[in-house]
Each structure stands twice: as structure tokens, then as C-alpha cells.
């Protein structure tokens, strides 16, 4: 083979590689990078590739039909959620292997697609509507709301600065929920806010790692043992850095953690503040606008399968978990109809689901040596976190089998 092949046979390596890279970046699971690297230069005639890749590490190599063979590695530094990024590279992804650009090509068009600069005041918004309704989904009124939204505007001003810096994941969620729940004491004793617990609760949302949850399960059920089970250790860190993180601004602030005793909002209100609170959420991970009445349907439809089944069986483990497997299969679904990653349906479906409020009550307890109300919530803070887990286990793994038969029928016919 000439050089000039080998170059440019390393090029589109490297190019894949950074594909791979940029897609981990935003969220992807491993096995969709493992795939999307792969695809990408079987599509350009290589005989054999192998990719191992890792939530901060990829490496893949090739060898090409007359035995030459090179390897090409790449280290993530950062990672977040960027459900836009996320679209547009598996969409690139799947336009390579029909086109087969040249590798200067292709990392032309990659600079174009991760140059993109979000909008600010659209972004901002995603940060308000995301706690808006979603205090008010969990019993807050309508001025626990608006001072939640403020303490929304500020996290988002300090998470802009923050973003291009390598901050510890762990020191930052600690950082911010003290700043999140002393802004809320301090609000209410100002008088702009009722109850500091649903503020904080609303606010609390922005930082449960929901993703991590949902990449741990598939990254699993795709035999990616060490990273499924590295997110969800990560997750768990992460709520424990966000429990510490309001207990000491409680602590620092002498006024414990409040316990509200407020009656639940009306059912129909519940489901349109999820579905509210799911587009929110769309807008803060970046969604393009095209998915926001996707998010409003999926956030609306998971709550309202949760109230059904809590209601014929009263089991926050049960109700979560199939509530958990009807966004599993919605987001798989309509990843299929739109030909869009199914994280991009799935990390905003889930929302609704995640034990904030649980999770705060537990802390309350524990601050106020009420252990009754410690176990009490923290049993149900871990049945929803479990529930979450085996509903998206059992949803994905039939899912997959029942679309690959599908598959393998529709080609025999």
C-alpha cells in the first residue's frame, strides 16, 4: 500500500477516534462509541478493528487488507451533557459511512459541529423552567418557585464560568449545592420564598446525576462492566456530595433543614409540571428545539404511568420501575421514528422519577435526629433509585432482543 494510503487511512482514524471522543463528551454510552468507531472504519474497507474505550479513555486500532496495522488512543478530560452534540455526531456518524469523506473532510465538518456555541438567554431559560414547575411539582408555591428560579439564574451564571475549567466533579457538586441551600434559607428569611425545603428540593434537581443512571444500566447490559459500574458509583458520590453539600449551608446557617407539611398538588397539576419541568430540562442539556415536544410528552407520560401504578399498588419501588421501563421504551422507541440517540428522549424522560425530594427528607431527618424520618425517606430515596435502575434493565434488555428478531425477520423477508 502507498504512504500516502497509510496516511490517510491514519487520518480517518484519527478522525473516528475523535468522533468517539466528542460523543462520550456529550453523553453517549460506551458501546455507542465502541460501535460508532467501528462503523465508521469498516465503512472505509479496513479488515479488522478493535476499540476499547472507557468514560475518560478510548483506544482503537486497525488493520487494513495487506497486514499494515496502527493504533490511535485519546484521553476525555471533561464530560457532561450536550443532547445536541449528541444528535448532530451520530448523525455525522451515520453520514460518514454513507459518503466516505476524506479525513480532512471529516474533521472539518467535526470542527463545525463542536465550534457551535450554545444560546445563553435559551440556555438560561432551560435553567428556570427546569425548577419552576418542578417546585411546584413537588408542593412549593408559586413564590418558592420564583426564588428557586433566581437561585437557578445564579447556578447558571456560575456553571458558565466554570465550564471550560477542569474542575473535580465531586468538589463542584458540593460547591453548588451549598450555595443552592444557603441562597434558599436566606431567601425565606428575607421573605422572597415560603419554604426553604421546596426550594431547595426544586434546585436539588439540577444536580442529580440522571444520566449516569441511565448510561450505568446499558453500558452494563453491553458487558461494559468497569464503566457501568464506575457511573454508578459516580452517581452515588455525586448524591452524597449534594447531601453534604446542603447539610453543611444548613449547619453554617444555624436553621436545620425544614420539614414542610404541605398536601401534595392535584394529580392533573403534578403531570403538567413534570412534563414542564422535562422540557426545562431539554433546554439545560441542550436539546434542539425540534425534541422539546418530545420531552414535554415523555417527562408527562412517565409521571402519569408512576400515579397509575402507585395508585393500584402503593410501592414507590414498583410504580418507579415501571414507570422507568415506559421511558426505556418510549426513548428507544422514538430514537428508532427520529433517528436520534435514545439518551436524548431518555435523560429528560426520567426526571420526574429521580428521589430529590426523598433524598432531602432523609437529610432533614438525620440533621434533626429524627431517625424515623431518616429511614423512612432514605428507604424510599433507594426504592425509586433501584426502581429506576431495574425498570430501565428489564425495559432495555427486552427491548433490544425483541427489535433484533425483528430485524433478523424483516431481512429474511
Same mark, same amino acid.
Given at each position: 500500500m502507498?504512504?500516502?494510503?497509510? !496516511?490517510?487511512?491514519?487520518?480517518?482514524?484519527?478522525?473516528?477516534?475523535?468522533?468517539?471522543?466528542?460523543?462520550?463528551?456529550?453523553g453517549a454510552e460506551v458501546s455507542r462509541v465502541e460501535n460508532t468507531v467501528e462503523r465508521i472504519m469498516y465503512a472505509y474497507g479496513v479488515v479488522e478493528v478493535d476499540v476499547f474505550a472507557l468514560q475518560s479513555f478510548i483506544l482503537a486500532s486497525v488493520r487494513l487488507a495487506d497486514g499494515t496495522e496502527f493504533t490511535r488512543?485519546?484521553?476525555?478530560?471533561?464530560?457532561?451533557?450536550?443532547?445536541?452534540?449528541?444528535?448532530?455526531?451520530?448523525?455525522?456518524?451515520?453520514?460518514?459511512?454513507?459518503?466516505?469523506?476524506?479525513?480532512?473532510?471529516?474533521?472539518?465538518?467535526?470542527?463545525?459541529?463542536?465550534?457551535?456555541?450554545?444560546?445563553?438567554?435559551?440556555?438560561?431559560?432551560g435553567?428556570?423552567?427546569?425548577?419552576?414547575?418542578?417546585?411546584?411539582?413537588?408542593?412549593?408555591?408559586?413564590?418558592?418557585?420564583?426564588?428557586?428560579?433566581?437561585?437557578?439564574?445564579?447556578?447558571?451564571?456560575i456553571d458558565r464560568f466554570l465550564r471550560g475549567t477542569q474542575y473535580?466533579?465531586?468538589?463542584?457538586?458540593?460547591?453548588?449545592?451549598?450555595?443552592?441551600?444557603?441562597?434558599?434559607?436566606?431567601?425565606?428569611?428575607?421573605?422572597?420564598?415560603?419554604?426553604?425545603?421546596? !426550594?431547595?428540593i426544586g434546585d436539588i434537581m439540577l444536580l442529580i446525576p440522571g444520566l449516569s443512571l441511565c448510561n450505568s444500566v446499558k453500558d452494563i447490559l453491553h458487558k461494559d462492566n468497569l464503566t457501568g459500574l464506575s457511573r454508578m458509583v459516580e452517581a452515588i458520590m455525586v448524591?452524597?456530595? !449534594?447531601?453534604?453539600?446542603?447539610? !453543611?449551608a444548613s449547619v453554617a446557617l444555624g436553621g436545620g433543614m425544614v420539614n414542610s407539611d404541605l398536601p401534595a398538588p392535584a394529580e392533573w397539576v403534578q403531570v403538567l409540571t413534570s412534563a414542564l419541568g422535562c422540557v426545562g430540562f431539554a433546554l439545560y442539556f441542550l436539546a434542539k428545539p425540534d425534541k422539546?415536544?418530545?420531552a414535554f410528552l415523555g417527562g408527562g407520560m412517565a409521571w402519569a404511568v408512576y400515579l397509575a401504578v402507585y395508585g393500584l399498588y402503593a410501592s414507590v419501588f414498583t410504580a418507579s420501575a415501571v414507570a422507568a421501563a415506559a421511558v426505556c421504551l418510549y426513548?428507544?422507541?422514538?430514537?428508532?421514528?427520529?433517528?436520534?440517540?435514545?439518551?436524548?428522549?431518555?435523560?429528560?424522560?426520567?426526571?420526574?422519577?429521580?428521589?430529590?425530594?426523598?433524598?432531602y427528607y432523609a437529610i432533614a431527618g438525620l440533621m434533626e435526629q429524627d431517625m424515623a424520618q431518616f429511614y423512612a425517606y432514605g428507604e424510599s430515596a433507594l426504592h425509586a433509585t433501584l426502581g429506576i435502575e431495574g425498570g430501565f434493565l428489564v425495559a432495555y434488555f427486552l427491548f433490544t432482543r425483541i427489535w433484533a428478531l425483528y430485524t433478523k425477520v424483516k431481512k429474511r423477508a
Open positions: 502507498k504512504q500516502s494510503e497509510v !496516511i490517510e487511512y491514519k487520518g480517518l482514524l484519527a478522525g473516528a477516534v475523535e468522533v468517539g471522543k466528542y460523543l462520550l463528551a456529550a488512543t485519546r484521553r476525555i478530560l471533561s464530560s457532561g451533557t450536550d443532547l445536541r452534540r449528541l444528535e448532530e455526531l451520530n448523525a455525522f456518524s451515520r453520514q460518514i459511512c454513507a459518503e466516505l469523506p476524506t479525513a480532512i473532510q471529516l474533521r472539518d465538518r467535526l470542527l463545525d459541529i463542536v465550534a457551535y456555541q450554545s444560546n445563553g438567554p435559551l440556555t438560561a431559560l435553567y428556570v423552567l427546569s425548577v419552576f414547575p418542578l417546585t411546584i411539582f413537588f408542593g412549593g408555591s408559586v413564590w418558592d418557585a420564583a426564588a428557586a428560579s433566581v437561585i437557578a439564574l445564579l447556578f447558571f451564571g473535580n466533579l465531586f468538589v463542584y457538586t458540593l460547591f453548588a449545592s451549598f450555595i443552592e441551600g444557603s441562597l434558599a434559607i436566606l431567601f425565606v428569611r428575607l421573605g422572597f420564598g415560603q419554604h426553604a425545603d421546596k !426550594i431547595m448524591t452524597l456530595f !449534594i447531601t453534604f453539600g446542603f447539610y !453543611i422539546l415536544p418530545l426513548s428507544e422507541c422514538m430514537s428508532r421514528i427520529v433517528k436520534a440517540p435514545a439518551n436524548v428522549f431518555m435523560i429528560t424522560g426520567v426526571i420526574p422519577l429521580l428521589p430529590g425530594s426523598y433524598l
